[in-house]
Each structure stands twice: as structure tokens, then as C-alpha cells.
Nanobody, 127 residues
Framework: QVQLIESGGGLVQAGDSLRLSCAAS????????MAWFRQAPGKEREFVAS????????YIGDSVSGRGTISRIKGENTGYLQLNNLKPEDTGVYYC????????????????????WGQGTQVTVSS
């Protein structure tokens, strides 16, 4: 089992930057993928970004393309999502997720590829 704890959310202004963290515990990630999804009120959960832990392949969602980067520090068992030039439409609860094993690149944006989920952290962007 993998437990995920997100942090770094908060209230920011449009144009600001934010870095979210996802600390994994329970086992050291090796071949898994870690992803970020977000959900705005009344909307479906949306893919933001994903990274394959061992290879470092990244997949960035269209909604944050050019503004978002995902990274991980293996030794800390922690992943990060950096969001720049935040917009009000970036508002939502951001969830960290991890797969149970290695996944193919084409599966990285799919929420069904991820078995473990954090509780989420709220990001609110004011205009």
C-alpha cells in the first residue's frame, strides 16, 4: 500500500506560481507513475500531469501545458507539481495519485491507471 499526502495548496492571485508536493509512504516508489489530477466544483476530475518514477517520462495535460511542470525526487519519495501563471480556472482540489506498478505512457492521463490517491489539497486562484 502507498499513502499519499499532498501539501502546498492555498489562496493565490492570478499570475502567481505555486508548488504542490506529494509525499509517498508505505513503500519506496520504483516503477510506478505519480500523477496530479484536479477537480473544480461541479466538474469532473481532470488530468493535470504525470511522471513515471524510474524513467522520468512526463505527460502534461493540455490545461497546464506551458505553465506546469512535474518532477520527483526519488530519495525523498516525493513528487512535485509546479504551476506558473495561475488562472482562476486553475481553482480546484488537486489530488495526487500513484499507480501500483509501471504503466505505459498512453495510460498516464487516465485516472483508472492509478490505484492510490491522496486526500487532495485546495488551490484557489483569485482574479
Amino acid at each position: 500500500q502507498v499513502q499519499l499526502i499532498e501539501s502546498g495548496g492555498g489562496l493565490v492571485q492570478a499570475g502567481d506560481s505555486l508548488r504542490l508536493s506529494c509525499a509517498a509512504s508505505g513503500r519506496s516508489l520504483t516503477n510506478e507513475a505519480m500523477a496530479w489530477f484536479r477537480q473544480a466544483p461541479g466538474k469532473e476530475r481532470e488530468f493535470v500531469a504525470s511522471i513515471r518514477w524510474r524513467e522520468g517520462n512526463v505527460y502534461i495535460g493540455d490545461s497546464v501545458s506551458g505553465r506546469g511542470t512535474i518532477s520527483r525526487i526519488k530519495g525523498e519519495n516525493t513528487g512535485y507539481l509546479q504551476l506558473n501563471n495561475l488562472k482562476p480556472e486553475d481553482t480546484g482540489v488537486y489530488y495526487c495519485a500513484a499507480s501500483n506498478s509501471r504503466i505505459i505512457v498512453s495510460a498516464m492521463p487516465s485516472n483508472s491507471a492509478y490505484r492510490f490517491w491522496g486526500q487532495g489539497t485546495q488551490v484557489t486562484v483569485s482574479s
